[in-house]
């Protein structure tokens, strides 16, 4: 009985071990590309129209080049004056990016000689309206249940920092890597200064990147 039971601790701690040791010595990489939201036509606009439906086709071009000068000028009259009785088209586009647009951008930094950081970190806005944090060239000390928060400290260096003024924007995808984290609607970019790497079961700082 004895012996099982030391079987068991055993294989625990060897188990907890291989959870805590092993994210050191292995790497999990992310490559995603940045997202572009496209806005599709509304069908109750009806169909697109272009320049040629705004001017009547009363000639073809080689009618025209089969024309006098005299004949010319005679056609385009008429085609002028049909083109002034039609009634204006009105066009109302709303002026807005319609490729996500940088609100600031930082570089991650290790936090202390154990736990490094690298790359950029970037605050994009979409042109749906949403935000998101992309990781490009990114790499970080890999460990246990590492999350992405996005912290109201401008320039967090330790723990401290980071306190309860944040917000999590899910698990770490990878710890190298291109990799992109939405922004939960509602919360306001500008109450935030900088994204931070951190291990949610220690409450250590892994990796930060001031916003600028």
Known sequence: MKRLIMIIVVVLVLAAGWFFVSPLFID????EALPIAVTTPDPADGPATSPT???PA?????EVLAMTPAEREAAMAKVMEASAARPDTFMDEPMGPSVPVVVASGRFKDADVV???SGDATLYALPDGSHLVRFENFRVTNGPALHVYLVEHPDPTEASHVGSAFVDLGRLKGNVGNQNYPIPAGVDVDDYG???IWCQLFGVLFSPAALN
Request: charged share 40%; aromatic share 0%.
């Open 53 to 55: 439906d705004r001017v």
């Open 28 to 31: 999990r990489t992310v490559d």
């Open 58 to 62: 009363l000639l073809s071009r080689e």
């Open 194 to 196: 900088s994204v931070v």
């Open 115 to 117: 736990h490094k950081g």
